[in-house]
C-alpha cells in the first residue's frame, strides 16, 4: 500500500513538475519574444525601414531633436552635452582636430565622443571635409583639387582617388565626408572656383558620380565606404558676379539646366546625403526654399538619405534666428550644422514642435532620414574606428595614386619650340619664383587649416625637390627665387600662382599674378634664356601680356603633396594629357560672360597640348 502511495506521489510529483517546467518555458518564451521586439532596432538582420520605425517610435522628443543637431566640435561646451542632448553629429571643421595632429590621435579623439554619446541608444556619425584627401590630417596624402581632376576626365582614375580618400577617413575613425562638391562654377572670380570640377554641367556630373561611387562603393554598409555629401544644393556656383554665398539670379529651367544635373547623377549613384547651399536663388535663401529641398529634392529626385545644413547657415536665413529654424526645417532641413547656438537652436525647435510650428511628421521625418543612414553604414554594430586601415594612411600607393591624378590633371598651354619635356641631362637649370618651394601653396586652401597656408605643412614634395629627384647628376640645379642670375643658365623654370584661400576668401576681383611673379617673369625674360612657367593656381589667371614672354606654359592646379606628378610633365615622363575644364579667359570681361558666349578666348574649353 505505502509502495503504491509512494509510486503514486512520485508520478504527480513528476507530472506536476513537467507542468511546471513547460510553463515556464512558455513563459520565457514569452518574455523572450517581447524582448526581441523590444530591440527590433538592434536586429541587423531586419530590414533598415523596420529598424527605422521600431526606433522611432521609442524617442523622446528631446532624443529626436538632439538626433538632427550637428554641433562643431570645438564649439562644444562641455563633452557631456553628447549625451545629455542626444547630439546626433559632431563635425571637425577646417583645421579643428586634435591638440597634436596624428592620425592615431584624431580615431581616439572621435573614439572617445562616440563613447560618450553611447551612453544613450543612438551613435554619433561624425563629418569632415575631406575634400581632396582626407586633407585636415597632418600627413594624409592631398590629392589635386577638383579643378584639377575635371581636367584629368579620367573617371577611374577620380573614383580612385576618393576610394583612396575613404580608406586614409576611415583610418582616422571618420565615417562621413562633405564631399563631393558639385558646384558648377560659372564665373571664376568665386573663390571657390577650385572646388568645382567644371564649368560644365555634364562634366561636373561625370566626375560627381564618380566620386561618390569611390567613397560609398556600391553600398555605405562596406566596411571601407565612407559616407558622401553633394554639396552645396544647389546654384551655389552660379550666384551673380561670382559673390561667394551671393545670389544666382536664373529661370527655373536655367538653374535646372546648368546647376541640377550633379545632383541626379550622385543620387543615382546612391549619395547617401546633401548639404545646402548658403547662396540664395532670386533672392531666397536656399536654406529656406521648400520648393527645391522638399519637392524637388526628396519629391522628384527621390532623394532618401538626409540633408544637412552648411555652417550656421540657418542662421543666415535672416536676422529672426527662431523664424529662421522654423522656416529652414519646414523647408526640409533634416539636421542642422550648428556651432555656439546649438542649446538655442535644440530650445527652440522643442517649442516650435510644441506650439504646432513645425509638425511632428516633419521630425519624423527628418530622424528617420538621419537614423537610415546611420543604420546603412552599420554604426550601430560598428560605432568605433578600426585600425585596419591605418597602414594604408599616407603611404606608397596612395602617394602614387595621387601623384597619377597630378600627371593626368596638368594641361599644356603652350610648348613654343618643343621647350618641353626637358632633358634630364640639361646642364643648368634655374628655378625660381616662391611657388617652386611651396608645399603649402601647391595643396591650396583646405589643407591641415582652412584657409590653407605657405610652406611646410604637411608630409610632401615640393617641385623643387620633385626636379632635383628627376635630373641626372651632371646637372646643377639653382633655386634663385628673384631670378636674378639667371642668364648663367640653359632654362629657367617659374612657378608662379596664387597664394593659398578658401570661401570669401578666395573672391577675388583682379585674377592677375602678383606684382613679385610679373616682376620675376621679366627679369629673367631680359636675360633672353627659355622660360618654362609653371602656374599653380585655383583658376585660370589673366597671363594674355605674360603668355609671350614664355616658351612653354603648363596649368598646374591644386596638385597637393605629390609634386613629382609635375617634374614627371616637365620632363617627358609622362606626355600630358589635361584638357581644360573651362575656358581660360583672355580678359576680365570675358570672366564676367559666365562662359556663356565667350568668343575667342585665351584657351578653350577642352583644350590641351601633348609632346
Ligand atoms: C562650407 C562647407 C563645409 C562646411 C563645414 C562651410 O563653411 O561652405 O563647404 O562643408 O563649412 O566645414
Ligand atoms: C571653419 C570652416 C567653416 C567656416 C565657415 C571656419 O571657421 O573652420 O570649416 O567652413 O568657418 O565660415
Not at 571637425?92 to 582636430?97: I, R
Not at 578666348?601 to 590641351?608: D, E, K, R, T, V
Request: charged share 20%.
Amino acid at each position: 500500500m505505502t509502495t503504491l502511495k509512494n509510486t503514486l506521489c512520485i508520478i504527480s510529483l513528476f507530472l506536476m513538475t513537467f507542468f511546471l517546467s513547460t510553463c515556464k518555458k512558455e513563459k520565457d518564451k514569452s518574455l523572450y519574444l517581447s524582448h526581441i521586439d523590444e530591440f527590433l532596432y538592434l536586429d541587423k538582420t531586419q530590414p533598415t525601414e523596420v529598424r527605422v520605425a521600431d526606433l522611432l517610435k521609442r524617442l523622446t522628443l528631446a532624443e529626436k531633436i538632439g538626433q538632427m543637431t550637428q554641433v562643431a566640435r570645438d564649439y562644444l561646451v562641455s563633452e557631456s552635452d553628447i549625451s545629455d542632448y542626444y547630439l546626433g553629429s559632431l563635425l571637425s571643421g577646417g583645421g579643428s582636430g586634435p591638440s597634436v595632429n596624428l592620425a592615431s590621435n584624431w580615431a581616439t579623439m572621435i573614439d572617445g565622443y562616440q563613447q560618450t554619446a553611447l551612453a544613450h541608444r543612438i551613435p554619433l556619425i561624425y563629418g569632415i571635409d575631406a575634400l581632396h584627401g582626407n586633407n585636415n590630417v597632418y600627413g594624409a596624402v592631398i590629392f589635386p583639387h577638383n579643378i584639377g581632376m575635371g581636367c584629368t576626365r579620367n573617371m577611374q582614375l577620380i573614383e580612385s582617388a576618393a576610394r583612396a580618400t575613404s580608406e586614409e577617413m576611415l583610418a582616422t575613425g571618420i565615417p562621413w565626408t562633405f564631399a563631393p562638391c558639385v558646384a558648377v562654377a560659372r564665373n571664376i572670380h568665386w573663390g571657390r572656383t577650385y572646388e568645382s570640377y567644371s564649368e560644365n554641367p555634364e562634366l561636373v556630373s561625370q566626375c560627381g558620380a564618380a566620386a561618390v561611387k569611390g567613397l560609398q562603393q556600391d553600398n555605405i554598409g562596406n566596411p571601407t565606404s565612407v559616407i558622401a555629401c553633394a554639396k552645396h544644393f544647389f546654384g551655389d556656383g552660379g550666384t551673380t558676379n561670382g559673390v561667394n554665398e551671393g545670389n544666382t539670379e536664373l529661370t527655373e529651367s536655367q538653374l535646372r539646366a546648368i546647376h541640377l544635373p550633379g545632383y541626379i547623377s550622385a543620387i543615382q549613384a546612391g549619395v547617401a546625403t546633401v548639404m545646402v547651399s548658403y547662396s540664395s536663388w532670386n533672392g531666397t535663401k536656399m536654406h529656406a526654399n521648400k520648393y527645391l529641398i522638399t519637392d524637388l529634392l526628396k519629391g522628384e529626385l527621390g532623394f532618401k538619405g538626409f540633408v544637412v545644413s552648411d555652417w550656421d547657415g540657418i542662421k543666415k536665413i535672416n536676422t529672426d534666428y527662431t523664424l529662421s529654424i522654423e522656416q529652414a526645417i519646414n523647408a526640409g532641413v533634416d539636421m542642422a550644422m550648428v556651432t555656439d547656438s546649438y542649446k538655442f537652436y535644440i530650445s527652440t525647435l522643442t517649442d516650435l514642435v510644441n506650439k504646432g510650428k513645425v509638425p511632428m511628421s516633419r521630425i519624423d521625418d527628418a530622424v528617420s532620414r538621419i537614423l537610415k543612414v546611420k543604420f546603412d553604414k552599420g554604426l550601430f554594430e560598428t560605432p568605433y574606428s578600426s585600425s585596419s586601415l591605418s597602414s594604408s594612411f599616407g603611404g606608397s600607393a596612395h602617394r602614387e595614386i595621387a601623384r597619377e591624378c597630378v600627371r593626368q590633371s596638368i594641361v599644356l598651354l603652350k610648348n613654343e619650340s618643343s621647350e618641353l619635356p626637358l632633358s634630364k641631362n640639361t646642364p643648368k637649370i634655374k628655378i625660381c619664383g616662391k611657388m617652386a618651394s611651396n608645399l603649402g601653396a601647391q595643396c591650396g586652401g583646405w589643407t591641415i587649416t582652412w584657409q590653407g597656408n605657405h610652406g611646410n605643412i604637411t608630409n610632401g614634395t615640393t617641385i623643387l625637390q620633385a626636379i632635383k629627384d628627376k635630373v641626372s647628376s651632371s646637372t646643377t640645379i639653382q633655386y634663385d627665387t628673384l631670378g636674378n642670375s639667371a642668364q648663367q643658365a640653359d632654362v629657367a623654370v617659374i612657378v608662379v600662382g596664387e597664394k593659398p584661400y578658401a570661401e570669401t576668401g578666395g573672391d577675388s576681383l583682379s585674377l592677375s599674378l602678383s606684382a613679385e611673379d610679373a616682376f620675376i617673369i621679366n627679369n629673367v625674360s631680359k636675360t633672353g634664356i627659355p622660360i618654362v612657367l609653371v602656374v599653380i593656381s585655383g583658376r585660370p589667371l589673366i597671363i594674355t601680356e605674360i603668355i609671350p614672354n614664355c616658351s612653354a606654359v603648363v596649368a598646374a592646379w591644386l596638385p597637393g603633396t605629390e609634386g613629382s606628378g609635375v617634374a614627371d610633365v616637365l620632363f617627358g615622363d609622362y606626355n600630358p594629357t589635361g584638357k581644360l575644364s573651362r575656358i581660360w579667359p583672355r580678359d576680365l570681361s570675358q570672366v564676367d560672360k559666365c562662359n556663356d558666349n565667350v568668343v575667342d578666348p585665351l584657351f578653350n574649353y577642352g583644350f590641351g597640348l601633348k609632346y
